[in-house]
């Protein structure tokens, strides 16, 4: 069979039995220190990784707390409060077929008095937009038309021209100054007594979805 080899414990202590036959105690001590600083090593080793091992585990726990604080305190998505994080001016850009669709009625039967009450009513949210529109610049161009001041409600009902006008500036109101040409398919004045032209409008896109905000990447950004 193989011998192992000695251990460095061992060594020593042959090591001090043969010098203390030659130099008796000082022998001794020589034979000693080799297994000592072997015996130190290896305990500075451990306290060493011992040492990284707790690092770790404090940078691990700090991480996972920061997470779920972030996770705790973070709105939840999706829902209002989260969307409206990110939300632009130029995500308002539907108050424009919010107007036109509305009027246009196409859901109802031309000369029903449905029909009449669904325009009515676009022509009424038409009224208030120079007060309620969210974005400032888009409530002064809105007020200009109707005849009013930005931030008050018109004193009459728009008319059918007047409504179309609005639709058209709430698109360039906006900072993205939009126009019918950054729209995929979009919904024009022309469409609101044709069925079938306003079925194909029926899902809008930008051109260039990255001027949105929380409507960006939306399948139905209206």
């Known amino acids: 069979m193989r011998e192992r080899s000695p251990s460095p414990n061992v060594v020593g202590a042959h090591l001090e039995e043969a010098h203390d036959s030659e130099d008796g105690e000082t022998g001794k001590i020589l034979a000693i220190a080799p297994a000592q600083q072997t015996n130190?090593?290896?305990?500075?080793?451990?306290?060493?990784?011992?040492?990284?091992?707790?690092?770790?585990?404090?940078?691990?726990?700090?991480?996972?707390?920061?997470?779920?604080?972030?996770?705790?305190?973070?709105?939840?998505?999706?829902?209002?409060?989260?969307?409206?994080?990110?939300?632009?001016?130029?995500?308002?850009?539907?108050?424009?077929?919010?107007?036109?669709?509305?009027?246009?009625?196409?859901?109802?039967?031309?000369?029903?008095?449905?029909?009449?009450?669904?325009?009515?009513?676009?022509?009424?949210?038409?009224?208030?937009?120079?007060?309620?529109?969210?974005?400032?610049?888009?409530?002064q161009q809105l007020a200009t038309i109707v005849g009013c001041k930005p931030g008050e409600v018109s004193g009459h009902k728009p008319t059918q021209s007047e409504l179309v006008a609005m639709a058209e500036v709430a698109w360039s109101c906006l900072p993205g100054k939009f126009s019918a040409k950054d729209f995929k398919k979009p919904y024009l004045p022309a469409f609101m007594d044709d069925r079938e032209t306003s079925f194909q409008a029926r899902l809008v896109k930008m051109q260039n979805p990255k001027v949105l905000g929380s409507c960006r990447g939306s399948r139905w950004p209206r």
């Open 40 to 139: 130190e090593t290896m305990v500075q080793q451990f306290n060493f990784r011992r040492m990284v091992v707790g690092i770790g585990a404090l940078t691990v726990l700090s991480i996972a707390s920061i997470s779920t604080a972030v996770v705790v305190l973070w709105p939840k998505g999706p829902g209002a409060d989260y969307d409206l994080l990110f939300a632009t001016p130029n995500d308002l850009w539907a108050i424009h077929d919010l107007l036109l669709v509305g009027y246009g009625a196409i859901f109802m039967q031309n000369g029903s008095v449905g029909k009449s009450q669904v325009q009515n009513d676009a022509l009424e949210l038409a009224r208030l937009l120079p007060a309620l529109h969210p974005y400032l610049p888009c409530r």
